[in-house]
């Protein structure tokens, strides 16, 4: 695609529920990274893939929140059994490779997530 | 570990004056070194990064941002501030070969830029 896109735009959740978060990156590029942007924590990063694999993911902030990417494509960030701290921008973002910073970084335009 | 300090979260000049966005950094390692903006109600944007290299690292619009290893600084500048400069401003350290993953960000310095 032209840029990279994420959907839902926005999503209202009640506190226990689980939600899902979807990243489309730009077409061919490789690596993939999810962020969150919240009011007491700020700018953070989540976790990034090389392709299909996420080689680290402990900037996860708790087992409640997991990620898979499949088809080297497409990623899903999966959030269960939400708490209202769980209220933020989660932005994604990709390259086209995750190990040459020469790479630029492109953001998608976020999903803002408000738990009640 | 790394983490970042950017001095000032809000920053106000004149139009067409200097603008100078503060960025002390902290990093066990040769650091990579990123700045960010976001425009109001727009998503996150590479401004410019740091890998190795060339210490002055020009970015979009007219910025700029010294990687000073002595005083672990990384300041962004501008000579002339336009009114669309106008956004918070982010800074962020990466240890990691590459760069982009597992960054830590600074709190963000929102830029005023005053007619």
């Known amino acids: 695609g032209a840029g990279v896109s994420q959907s839902p735009s926005n999503k209202v959740t009640e506190k226990g529920k689980d939600v899902e978060l979807r990243c489309d990156p730009i077409?061919?590029?490789?690596?993939l990274y999810w962020y969150r942007q919240s009011l007491g924590q700020g700018l953070e990063f989540l976790i990034y893939f090389q392709g299909n694999s996420a080689p680290d993911k402990s900037g996860l902030p708790s087992d409640r929140f997991s990620a898979e990417r499949t088809g080297g494509s497409v990623s899903t960030l999966t959030i269960q059994r939400t708490q209202q701290e769980d209220s933020a921008v989660y932005l994604c973002?990709?390259?086209?490779?995750?190990?040459?910073?020469?790479?630029?970084?492109?953001f998608g335009p976020g999903t803002r997530l408000l738990v009640l | 570990a790394q983490s970042v300090t950017q001095l000032g979260s809000h920053v106000s000049v004149s139009e067409g004056a200097l603008v100078l966005l503060r960025c002390n950094y902290s990093?066990?390692?040769?650091?990579?070194l990123f700045w960010y903006v976001q425009y109001p109600n727009q998503g996150l944007q590479l401004l410019l990064k740091?890998?190795?290299?060339?210490?002055l690292v020009k970015g979009i619009n007219g910025f700029e941002a010294e990687f000073k290893k002595s005083e672990t600084s990384f300041h962004l500048t501008k000579p002339s501030a336009h009114m669309s400069d106008a956004a918070e401003y982010f800074c962020?350290?990466?240890?990691?070969?590459?760069?982009?993953?597992?960054?830590?960000f600074g709190t963000g310095t929102k830029l005023q830029v005053i007619p």
């Open positions: 962020a350290v990466s240890e990691t070969p590459g760069g982009y993953q597992k960054v830590t």
């Open positions: 990093s066990s390692v040769p650091p990579y």
């Open positions: 077409s061919g590029h490789t690596a």
């Open positions: 973002a990709s390259s086209l490779a995750s190990g040459r910073t020469q790479e630029t970084q492109y």
């Open positions: 740091y890998t190795t290299g060339a210490t």
